[in-house]
C-alpha cells in the first residue's frame, strides 16, 4: 500500500511492504517543509509493524537543511537512510553526522544491515 502527501516543495510517499515501509521524499529538505517529514515518519511508524525497519529514501532530495538533518537525527532510532546523491552525502558529511545517521547507497543494503 502507498500513500502519497505532497506539497509545493516536498513530496512524500509511503509504502508498506513486507521487508519494511519505504517512505520516498522529493523537493526541499528545510525549514518550510520538516515538519511534514516529521509527521509522516511518526505515521509511518505508526501503521507499519513495530519490528519492521524504517527506510528513508532521498535520492530526490534537492535541497537538504539544516531543520531536515534535525529530523533525521531525531527519528534516527531504527531509521535506515539511503541516499547516493552528492547533494545529499554532503550535507550529512559536512555536518558531522555521518557518524549519527545510517546511510546506504541503496535500499538492498540498507534491508541487509537491518536483518543482520
Not at 555521518?98 to 534491508?111: I, M, N, Y
Request: charge should be negative; hydrophobic fraction near 50%.
Amino acid at each position: 500500500m502507498a500513500n502519497t502527501s505532497s506539497g509545493e516543495l516536498l513530496r512524500i510517499s509511503r509504502e508498506f511492504t513486507d521487508d519494511g515501509v519505504l517512505v520516498r521524499v522529493a523537493g526541499d529538505l528545510d525549514m518550510a517543509t520538516a515538519g511534514k517529514l516529521a509527521e509522516e515518519l511518526r505515521i509511518a511508524r505508526e501503521l507499519g509493524a513495530a519490528s519492521a525497519p524504517l527506510i528513508v529514501l532521498l535520492d530526490e532530495v534537492d535541497f537538504l537543511g539544516s531543520a531536515g538533518l534535525a529530523v533525521l537525527v531525531h527519528e534516527s532510532n531504527g531509521l535506515r537512510i539511503v541516499a547516493s546523491s552528492r547533494l545529499v552525502l554532503h550535507s550529512i558529511a559536512a555536518t558531522g553526522l555521518a557518524e549519527v545517521l545510517p546511510v546506504f547507497p541503496t535500499v538492498e543494503d540498507a534491508l541487509a544491515r537491518t536483518a543482520a
